[in-house]
């Protein structure tokens, strides 16, 4: 039965949490997928439990689950902080989906989480499960960040955690860490290698993570590297879903319609599309039966996501930072922002392959939709952070195809300002840390240098390594210097304008 979801109950809401015991009895609005939980074995572990795996790959894994693919739950491990896994351990790893849309929301609990590790705890509970012969996968999303690449793309060998797990291999910080040594423990074991699956938003992201612990591996030694190197898979996947973060309105609006608290639900769009490379050598579960693409080679797909995608929403983030929108929405529905977006998309596309099939027409109109859920508020602030991670594969690497190609890439180098802009706003017109990347010491110490655009530009350019080594630099550095000056004097507006277009 449903219980009101009126402050007057939330105290006995709160006595009951979702549960194994309490999934049996919830409002039959609510979806939840027939299967039993005590028969699921173990087969993936994964890496960065965040709300991005609640509201994707243990969805589809849920469905497998459901069709009586029963070797596949999930080991959720958190890299860092214990919420999750405190939100989540006391209702058995269950948890609400809402999908959202502008005018509706279906809510289903998903049971795929079979537990939870918290990695700064316990390493060798993760070391462990890891090397437990029954796990076959190895799903990752760390996000860009962590896996601490150099600028210019190497392994961050310098990094403290990186050194860290170098000289403790039996206890490690890092996924490159935890991933060496048990894949070292199960070669001893004679234990076959799990295939290593990334599902982060990075170029090639299974071949940038292979390359990157093949590099930390012959850290440890060449023996490691070349297992690792020769036989280990790593296919590359393209994720794609929206999930802003879960506020406290919407944990209790969920939990009064479920009629038992859940502590962390998660919200996301009804849009979900999963491209995999078929490369899975330790056994897979039967993903295209419930809607993953499979695939030989995923790259133009990653490309296309990436560069239309995520290239438009660190846009929307910056541009509608400096414009004092707070949501995606708000911010596409300014219809400046909106003309600057098809403009961005219009020099984005001629960089993606002309060949294999892409319908970027298609593509485009549909994230113009789903940029336009007014259901999700997806935070502007939330998309904002480490924008050194995220712009070279978003932007920058466009920005200097188109270059090459000799057209200008006068929209996409607008984006670079406007982070760049951002950035600056912190501490002023935006609180300080309105957002955050793993560079704010060295962004704040520019700033306080009180640079020229052009100075702010090339001192950036050369603390991200953006388009390092690249012929295509100085002209990029000028063209966001040029943006930048006109973001400094005259805001966005000046901006639109230098493009011809007009709020
Ligand atoms: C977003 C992505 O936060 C961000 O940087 O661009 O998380 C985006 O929502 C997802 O990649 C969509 O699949």
């Not at 028969?39 to 009586?68: K, S």
């Amino acid at each position: 039965r449903r219980m009101p979801a009126t402050p007057g109950t939330s105290s006995t809401m709160t006595d009951r949490r979702l549960s194994n015991s309490t999934r049996q009895a919830l409002p039959a609005s609510v979806a939840v997928l027939g299967y039993d939980r005590n028969r699921v074995v173990p087969g993936i572990v994964h890496l960065g439990v965040g709300a991005f795996h609640r509201a994707h790959q243990a969805a589809y894994v849920d469905e497998c689950l459901a069709a009586g693919e029963m070797a596949w739950g999930i080991v959720g491990v958190s890299l860092r902080s214990a919420d999750t896994r405190d939100a989540l351990a006391p209702q058995d790893g269950l948890y609400t989906l809402a999908v959202r849309s502008s005018d509706s929301e279906s809510l289903r609990v998903v049971g795929s989480i079979l537990s939870m590790l918290v990695a700064p705890e316990n390493p060798d509970a993760v070391l462990a499960a890891l090397t437990d012969p029954g796990t076959a996968i190895v799903t990752l999303t760390i996000t860009e960040k962590a896996y601490l690449r150099a600028a210019g793309g190497g392994l961050d060998a310098a990094h403290p955690d990186i050194v860290h797990d170098l000289a403790n291999p039996q206890m490690p910080r890092t996924a490159h860490g935890f991933l060496a040594e048990s894949l070292a423990r199960r070669r001893a074991a004679g234990i076959q290698p799990f295939t290593v699956l990334c599902c982060d938003n990075l170029p090639a992201n299974g071949a940038t993570l292979h390359r990157l612990l093949v590099e930390f591996a012959a850290l440890r030694g060449t023996d490691l590297a070349r297992h690792i190197a020769d036989e280990v898979a790593f296919p590359s996947s393209m994720v794609d879903r929206i999930v802003p973060a879960t506020t406290d309105a919407d944990r209790s609006r969920i939990s009064g319609q479920l009629g038992v608290e859940d502590a962390w639900p998660v919200m996301t769009e009804p849009f979900c599309q999963w491209v995999v490379e078929d490369d899975f050598p330790a056994g897979r579960p039967a993903w295209e039966r419930f809607g993953v693409t499979m695939v030989g080679d995923v790259g133009p797909f990653e490309d296309m996501k990436l560069r239309l995608l995520n290239g438009s929403h660190s846009a929307i983030a910056y541009l509608g930072l400096l414009s004092g929108f707070e949501t995606v929405d708000r911010a596409f529905a300014d219809p400046a922002i909106r003309q600057f977006v098809d403009g961005l998309w219009a020099e984005a596309v001629t960089t993606l392959p002309k060949d294999v099939g892409l319908d970027t027409a298609d593509y485009t109109a549909q994230l113009a939709k789903r940029y336009s859920n007014t259901a999700l508020a997806h935070r502007t602030a939330q998309i904002a952070n480490d924008g050194s991670q995220k712009l070279p594969q978003r932007i920058v690497a466009s920005a200097m195809e188109r270059m090459s190609g000799g057209a200008p890439p006068a929209y996409l180098m607008l984006v670079v300002a406007a982070w760049i802009a951002a950035c600056e706003t912190r501490g002023e017109a935006l609180p300080e840390n309105h957002f955050t990347d793993p560079l704010d010491q060295a962004l704040a110490a520019l700033d306080t240098r009180h640079l020229s655009a052009g100075e702010a530009a090339a001192a950036v350019f050369d603390l991200t390594g953006f388009a390092k080594g690249g012929a295509e630099r100085l002209t990029l550095i000028d063209l966001a210097a040029a943006h930048l000056e006109r973001l400094r004097q005259g805001g966005v507006a000046a901006a639109f304008t230098a493009l011809g277009i007009e709020g």
